[in-house]
């Protein structure tokens, strides 16, 4: 089934011109593809290749005995007392790279200090060490956080650019006073929002532990191996252990914490695609910078769900309205961020000649509520833009300026009626916005849901069209889980690229040039029949549509920073 979209892919590729400038401007803002408008006769379609979300690996046997279950709860005194002195402990254990900067373990060092009792095997040139450590104040209590730890879904919530599928496998100490002792089996699937960069699986354990140390009173969160246990997992590809990794949290004045964040992983050494490699290896993608970067944002964002002091402009009526809102968003950023990446064994496939080998297509069949039923076609590519991530990001965010790009707008004005601060940067904001249809089209009025949210790992802007009667069903308190959402948008990441091509060796003469990675993700309903056959003129369109936004959206900042430097 796979190799039939490939070879869809193709033949629609020889009906793709370079540059690309003409279907785009011809789609609605809803991206509804209308086969009639292509004048050029394609051959028969193909049955669609359906990505169906698959169930969680199967690993049925993965349950801990009662006799294992007292080892774990060695091994988790063990792997709590490594979370804290990695966390406490600097030189020699943790240097500062003079070149880079940064932070980094003294892999020696780590194993005179710890010898993990299961006996690991011995580092090889197969594998890559990740280690990387961060600190940070975040607007949470401790018993929030530590509650949010416990609960995969909560987790999950918490963390949807990061945490892609989460479960708890088995309850192994329910612990003592709440959460204190609580050790879990989980399973997780880190992702990064591109389909060029596969997922991290793993199977680990969790314990929570509430620690008194020199008169400071903090929790710590420990994630630490499954080593001894089980030889015969089903694990993915590349393979990825978990060491022993976590945070500390201690509580500060009027509900704040200080989180320090250990990330360290030990990762099997596969290529990754070149656009995304100084990403992934520098821990730009799974550092613990990363992780209290996205903590601290959502932090303040659920602070701003539970306040009631907070003025809203528009036509939100009531603080219930306004959390059901903003619940609707949140669906809406998970569902995207699940969308666009390589998660739940999603399988995607290369459209030929595109631009650097960026471009990947693939085709859902949904069926339960939340999205639009039927046959779903995405397609996602990432470019690296030699503009700063903030410039990329206030351009895509302010639907004012982004209306000027006409595939993302189709000459349609935007208008907020509605607006929700969720941060303390301007940019993290809900708008619900009216689109303005031209007076001589026939479009139904709809409006459109924005969630845009940055911080210094990354910037989302995600939207998608919702009806007017969905809107007052989730502003009545309604239930808005049934409404369905089918979002676009944009994941942009800080970069630095090397002209030569290397992602090593930053101060050894390479010039770096400072720029950021868009990916943009668009999604379209193909057919309401979830059965129906794949177009080659749908695979040709919504490839059109993305490589004329990438196009479009470049220019603008072109435009822009001609603009600034004529200022000056």
Same mark, same amino acid.
């Given at each position: 089934?796979?190799?039939?979209?490939?070879?869809?892919?193709?033949?629609?590729?020889?009906?793709?011109? $370079?540059?690309?400038?003409? &279907?785009?401007?011809?789609?609605?803002?809803?991206? !509804?593809?209308?086969?009639?408008?292509?004048?050029?006769?394609?051959? #028969?379609?193909?049955?669609?290749?359906?990505?169906?979300? =698959?169930?969680?690996?199967?690993?049925?046997?993965?349950?801990?005995?009662?006799?294992?279950?007292?080892?774990?709860?060695?091994?988790?005194?063990?792997? +709590?007392?490594?979370?804290?002195?990695?966390?406490?402990?600097?030189?020699?254990?943790?240097?500062?790279?003079?070149?880079?900067?940064?932070?980094?373990?003294?892999?020696?060092?780590?194993? $005179?200090?710890?010898?993990?009792?299961?006996?690991?095997?011995? *580092?090889?040139?197969?594998?890559?060490?990740?280690?990387?450590?961060?600190?940070?104040?975040?607007?949470?209590?401790?018993?929030?956080?530590?509650?949010?730890?416990?609960?995969?879904?909560?987790?999950? #919530?918490?963390?949807?650019?990061?945490?892609?599928?989460?479960?708890?496998?088995?309850?192994?100490?329910?612990?003592?006073?709440?959460?204190?002792?609580?050790?879990?089996?989980?399973?997780?699937?880190?992702?990064?929002?591109?389909?060029?960069?596969?997922? $991290? !699986?793993?199977?680990?354990?969790?314990?929570?532990?509430?620690?008194?140390?020199?008169?400071? +009173?903090?929790?710590?969160?420990?994630?630490?191996?499954?080593?001894?246990?089980?030889?015969?997992?089903?694990?993915?590809?590349?393979?990825?252990?978990?060491?022993?990794?976590?945070?500390?949290?201690?509580?500060?004045?009027?509900?704040?914490? *200080?989180?320090?964040?250990?990330?360290?992983?030990?990762?099997? #050494?596969? =290529?990754?695609?070149?656009?995304?490699?100084?990403? %992934?290896?520098?821990?730009?993608?799974?550092?613990?910078?990363?992780?209290?970067?996205?903590?601290? *944002?959502?932090?303040?964002?659920?602070?701003?769900? &539970?306040?009631?002091?907070?003025?809203?402009?528009? %036509?939100?009526?009531?603080?219930?309205?306004?959390?059901?809102?903003?619940?609707?968003?949140?669906? &809406?950023?998970? +569902?995207?961020?699940?969308?666009?990446?390589?998660?739940?064994?999603? %399988?995607? +496939?290369?459209?030929?000649?595109?631009?650097?080998?960026?471009? $990947?297509?693939?085709?859902?069949? @949904?069926?339960?509520?939340?999205?639009?039923?039927?046959?779903?076609?995405?397609?996602?590519?990432?470019?690296?833009?030699?503009? =700063?991530?903030?410039?990329?990001?206030?351009?895509?965010?302010?639907?004012? *300026?982004?209306?000027?790009?006409?595939?993302?707008?189709?000459?349609?004005?935007?208008?907020?009626?509605?607006?929700?601060?969720?941060?303390?940067?301007?940019?993290?904001?809900?708008?619900?916005?009216?689109?303005?249809?031209?007076?001589? /089209?026939?479009?139904?009025?709809?409006?459109?849901?924005?969630?845009?949210?940055?911080?210094?790992?990354?910037?989302?802007?995600?939207?998608?069209? @919702?009806?007017?009667?969905?809107?007052?069903?989730?502003?009545?308190? !309604?239930?808005?889980?049934?409404?369905?959402?089918?979002?676009?948008?944009?994941?942009?990441?800080?970069?630095?690229?090397?002209?030569?091509?290397?992602?090593?060796?930053?101060?050894?003469?390479?010039?770096?040039?400072?720029?950021?990675?868009?990916?943009?993700?668009?999604?379209?309903?193909?057919?309401?029949?979830?059965?129906?056959?794949?177009?080659? /003129?749908?695979?040709?369109?919504?490839?059109?549509?993305?490589?004329?936004? @990438?196009?479009?959206?470049?220019?603008?900042?072109? /435009?822009?920073? @001609?603009?600034?430097?004529?200022?000056?």
């Amino acid at each position: 089934m796979f190799g039939q979209l490939e070879r869809v892919c193709a033949i629609a590729s020889r009906y793709i011109g $370079r540059p690309i400038q003409t &279907m785009g401007a011809l789609m609605p803002p809803s991206l !509804e593809l209308d086969m009639n408008i292509y004048p050029r006769q394609f051959l #028969e379609p193909m049955p669609p290749i359906l990505s169906e979300t =698959p169930s969680y690996p199967d690993n049925n046997n993965l349950i801990l005995m009662e006799e294992e279950k007292t080892i774990a709860m060695e091994l988790a005194m063990s792997a +709590t007392d490594e979370l804290v002195k990695m966390c406490r402990t600097n030189e020699p254990l943790w240097v500062c790279n003079n070149e880079t900067g940064k932070e980094e373990l003294n892999l020696d060092e780590h194993s $005179r200090m710890f010898h993990w009792p299961l006996n690991l095997k011995q *580092r090889s040139s197969e594998f890559r060490t990740e280690a990387s450590r961060d600190s940070s104040v975040v607007i949470m209590n401790s018993i929030t956080l530590v509650d949010a730890f416990v609960d995969a879904n909560k987790w999950m #919530e918490l963390f949807p650019s990061l945490v892609a599928r989460a479960k708890c496998v088995q309850v192994i100490s329910q612990g003592v006073s709440g959460t204190n002792g609580c050790l879990q089996l989980m399973y997780a699937e880190f992702h990064v929002l591109s389909p060029l960069v596969p997922t $991290r !699986e793993a199977y680990f354990l969790r314990y929570c532990q509430q620690q008194n140390v020199e008169d400071e +009173t903090y929790w710590a969160i420990v994630d630490f191996p499954l080593d001894g246990f089980h030889n015969s997992l089903q694990t993915s590809f590349p393979l990825y252990k978990r060491r022993p990794s976590g945070c500390l949290i201690q509580d500060m004045p009027n509900g704040y914490s *200080r989180v320090t964040w250990i990330e360290h992983a030990e990762i099997e #050494e596969k =290529p990754i695609h070149q656009i995304f490699s100084h990403f %992934v290896h520098s821990g730009m993608a799974f550092g613990a910078n990363r992780w209290l970067a996205v903590l601290e *944002r959502q932090c303040e964002r659920i602070a701003s769900l &539970m306040a009631t002091n907070i003025p809203d402009i528009g %036509v939100i009526p009531s603080p219930e309205a306004r959390k059901n809102l903003m619940r609707l968003s949140q669906r &809406m950023i998970r +569902t995207f961020c699940v969308n666009i990446s390589s998660c739940s064994g999603q %399988v995607w +496939t290369a459209v030929p000649d595109s631009s650097d080998d960026t471009v $990947r297509i693939t085709t859902r069949k @949904v069926s339960e509520a939340g999205q639009p039923n039927g046959l779903i076609l995405c397609a996602v590519s990432t470019t690296w833009l030699p503009y =700063p991530h903030h410039h990329v990001f206030d351009l895509l965010r302010d639907e004012r *300026r982004r209306a000027q790009l006409e595939v993302l707008s189709n000459g349609n004005a935007l208008h907020e009626v509605a607006h929700i601060a969720n941060g303390s940067h301007p940019g993290n904001c809900i708008s619900l916005l009216r689109i303005n249809v031209a007076s001589n /089209s026939s479009q139904h009025v709809d409006l459109m849901l924005q969630e845009s949210c940055t911080d210094k790992s990354s910037s989302l802007v995600v939207y998608s069209t @919702v009806d007017v009667d969905s809107v007052q069903l989730a502003m009545s308190g !309604e239930d808005p889980s049934c409404i369905p959402l089918l979002p676009l948008g944009f994941f942009i990441t800080p970069m630095e690229l090397m002209n030569d091509g290397g992602c090593k060796d930053e101060a050894n003469g390479h010039n770096i040039t400072t720029g950021s990675l868009l990916t943009v993700g668009l999604q379209v309903l193909a057919s309401t029949v979830p059965s129906t056959k794949i177009n080659l /003129s749908s695979i040709a369109a919504i490839n059109n549509h993305l490589c004329t936004t @990438v196009q479009q959206i470049s220019s603008a900042l072109s /435009s822009n920073c @001609v603009g600034s430097c004529n200022e000056g």
